[in-house]
Each structure stands twice: as C-alpha cells, then as structure tokens.
C-alpha cells in the first residue's frame, strides 16, 4: 500500500518542475535520499522536471554550496541525526549559508535521517540543536526520517510537492 501511494506521489512529483538543493554533513545520507525520491528514474534521455544538486558535504566543498542554491524551490538539509558529534558543525554551517542575503526567503528543509538507528536524535533535539526557531526569515520544517527504510518519505515527498505548487 505504501508503495502505491509513493508511486502515485512520484507521479505527481514529476510533471512539475521542482528544483531543490541537497546539502549537509558528509555521511547524512544525501545521495541515500535523493535515490529513494527518485526511485533511481535519473537517466540521460529523461525530460529534466526535477533537478536536485546533491552537494558534497566535506569542508573543502562548503564554500561552492550558495552558488548551487541561488533560484531553488527548497533548500533540503540531510543531518545524520544519530551522529550528533556534528551538529555543532552543522548548525554553523547551515546558519552561514542561509545568511547569505540572496538565498533569503528559500524554503528550507531539515531532515533528521537515520531514525532507524538506536539513539537517533528526536525532531525536537534537531531543531534546538540547530538553532532551528531562530530562522525567522522563511519557512522551516524539521521532519525525522530514514532514507534506508523510507520512512517518513511520504511526508518528505507532500513538503516537496507544495513547493512545486508555489
């Protein structure tokens, strides 16, 4: 049943153009996430309706990330929500890059993944981690999830499709 309703969300999500930046830590599960969205339907003859910038999380590859989220629908940032050794990182990170004045009024999403693992953070230790009430300058969610599993993917996937709708 929930295969079938993913799949009919898919279906929506594909005759609208969305595009979305994917960003966080190294090892978040990035690349995880954007697979499960798009079921592995990527290939070179596909009519581009999606266009997702799955950007590398490492230090020497932080400073390219603005430039990749300029025009976006939605921001999507993957923190590892069992790894909390980075959330410090990755609240500085993310407050950098969402004070830079051109990326103002983007939606932003923050997914806690790896809800599958023992001693994952909880949605509301990510947004106090993260400094999340903070950002007062566009709209914020903050949903736990599991790329390996795709739980949650659903609730991922309806944030996605009322952006493409905007």
């Known amino acids: 049943m929930l295969r079938a ?27 995880s996430l954007v697979n499960v969205l798009t079921d592995n339907r990527f290939s070179e003859s596909m009519i581009p309706t999606l266009k997702v910038w799955d950007l590398a999380g490492q230090p020497r590859f932080r400073s390219i990330w603005e430039r990749y989220c300029v025009g976006v629908s939605a921001i999507v940032w993957v923190l590892d929500s069992a790894d909390r050794d980075t959330f410090p990182t990755a609240r500085a990170e993310l407050h950098a890059l969402l004070d830079k004045p051109e990326l103002r009024a983007i939606p932003l999403l923050v997914l806690a993944n790896k809800n599958d693992l ?20 566009r709209e914020v969610s903050c949903y736990s999830i599991s790329a390996k599993s795709s739980r949650n993917i659903d609730i991922t996937l309806a944030w996605l499709m009322k952006r493409a709708a905007h």
């Open 5 to 31: 309703w993913l799949n009919w969300l898919r279906s929506l999500f594909w005759s609208t153009t969305l595009d979305i930046a994917c960003i966080g830590m190294q090892n978040a599960g990035k690349t």
């Open 118 to 137: 023992d001693d994952h953070a909880t949605v509301d230790e990510v947004i106090k981690a993260l400094a999340l009430s903070t950002i007062t300058n």
